[in-house]
């Protein structure tokens, strides 16, 4: 376990429903692992036979636990190769390797409430928060919305714990979004985590309400991330051209080339990947630009964002 890179041994894996996998991961060389706080997210390397994936996932394991991390995986139907490859080549004893973990999306401690409103695979990073408020005695709620039939898939995780609404669509069972946000007391911060339609509707819904900026917190995943048309990015500094395939990110094509860039998050929402853009126009997937930066067009973050045009000069 030195430097940027852990080595993880996949310690158990089991299916909790036909879509999710369950991973418990404990250090390789049997010591500690370092501690992470209640929404953190692991990046694990996962060496495929054509290309290495790089994929970050909530770690739903206790905030500081050091003996393991676990996160829950979803099977997403187009893959583009990260979640078939835990699904189906993981098994028990193999060794992975993993960035320290990172975290984007903490439970604010200022807050005098936590309000946390969750789209399926999206409860991950709340399961740690959970942890995290029942220790500290925080006033909190959670609302799953999920499919009927995966009501009860996180039960496992929720079991005895206070304050957790389940919903799906159905009638009488679906979340009024603008009644709960009414209902919070001052001072209460939201956390959103789900599919982008859903976090945009929650966010639209807040915005709407008067709900300040500073408490409304989101986190994003899935579709930021998947692919697109294939395109040609010249990286001015290094001198080298590279081709970005349909199914993988500018930022993964820059590195299987073997061009370091600043990374983080790698799914549009930290900026450490932030690269000046000198020629070509961008189709921007990020969630940290504003709107002015990306009418300028001057600036791409490559974990997650494409080519509008044919190709790209970047200055990196
Ligand atoms: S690595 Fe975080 S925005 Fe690109």
Redesign the pocket.
Known sequence: MIGETLRLKVAAACAISPSLRHLRLVAADGGKLPPAAAGAHLQLVLKGATRTHRNAYSLISRPGARDAYEIIVRRVPASRGGSAFIHEQIKVGDVLEAGWPGNLFAPVRTARRHLMIAGGIGITPFLSYLADFAFGGADYALHLCCREDEQHVFDPWLAGKSGVSVHWDTDGRRLDIPALLAAQPVGTHLYVCGPAAMNDEVLELAAAAGWPASHVHCEHFGSALSGGEAFHAFLAKSGVEVSVGEDESL?EAIERIGVKAP???????????VTPLLEGEAEHR?H?LSAAEREAGRLI????SRARSGRLVLDL
């Open positions: 930022l990374c983080l998050c790698r799914g549009g929402a930290c900026g450490v990947c990020d940290y973050l490559p974990c997650v």
